[in-house]
């Protein structure tokens, strides 16, 4: 069964960290392109980083250089490590891997 859960939101104060991971299950993450988005309550979802099979990453301006995206190819899992974080970040996180979504999970920076 093909399926993504996401995990490790949560409540964080400015300047601070989290690492999201979104487990992969049905295919292998290696070979996949996979994506992360964020939706803040009223708004439309919104692209935050992506990393193709060829290892290539790309990141919205707003995140460059704070967040990066990696994967685990033995755990099959695909991260999201948020450094530095701002009250604007706050949103729910879903990964995706073309027309496949995970639940989401909320990560509120607040202090």
């Known amino acids: 069964q093909v399926r993504l859960v996401e995990s490790g939101g949560g409540l964080v104060q400015p300047g601070g960290s989290l690492r999201l991971s979104c487990a992969v299950s049905g295919f292998d993450v290696r070979w996949a392109s996979m994506d992360w988005y964020r939706q803040i309550l009223g708004k439309t979802r919104e692209f935050v980083a992506l990393?193709?099979?060829?290892?290539?990453?790309k990141y919205a301006e707003s995140v460059q250089g704070r967040f990066n995206i990696s994967r685990d190819n033995d755990k099959n899992i695909l991260y999201l490590q948020m450094n530095s974080l701002k009250s604007e970040d706050t949103a729910v996180y879903f990964c995706?891997?073309?027309?496949?979504w995970g639940q989401g999970t909320q990560v509120t920076v607040s202090s």
């Open positions: 990393l193709r099979p060829s290892g290539a990453t």
């Open positions: 995706s891997a073309g027309s496949i």
